[in-house]
């Protein structure tokens, strides 16, 4: 289902005030395919999964709860390295940004969110 232009038009709107307010958070938000899972990561840690299974149930069947230890925690391992995406270089264009204090940034709805629950302090007892 496509967006109107109204539609279309808000959605940018907000993209840009959140690239605005946290760049950082809105980087990392953001989809790119340099950050997603690796085809070679996931078969690496599926066959380190089926080791760990291995040495799990060789640790069962020959009754040694250390070699039954190891495995489960080689496979645990394994599913880690999976699941996780590979850390890369930041490369992009925030590098060079110089860093602004974090209420430097703020435009209107969380700036209107806070000056709300200050006032709302401030009328307590």
């Known amino acids: 289902m496509a967006l109107s232009e109204h539609e279309q ?14 760049p950082k958070f809105a980087h990392s938000m953001a989809s790119s ?8 990561r996931l078969v690496i840690g599926s066959l380190v999964t089926i080791a760990g299974i291995l ?10 709860i250390v070699v039954g230890v190891a495995g489960f925690i080689v496979m645990g391992a394994g599913v ?7 850390k ?3 490369t992009g ?3 060079g940004l110089p860093s602004k204090p974090a209420s430097a940034g703020r435009s209107g709805f969380m700036s209107s ?4 629950w ?6 307590q007892p």
């Open 9 to 22: 038009r808000l959605l940018d709107q907000l993209e840009q005030q959140l690239h605005a307010d946290d």
């Open 33 to 40: 395919t340099r950050r997603s899972m690796s085809t070679r």
């Open 55 to 64: 040495v799990l149930l060789a640790g069962i069947g020959s009754q040694l």
């Open 80 to 86: 880690y390295f999976a699941t996780t995406k590979a």
């Open 88 to 90: 890369t270089v930041e």
């Open 93 to 95: 264009h925030t590098a």
């Open 113 to 116: 969110l806070e000056d709300k």
């Open 118 to 123: 200050e006032e709302r302090k401030r009328d």
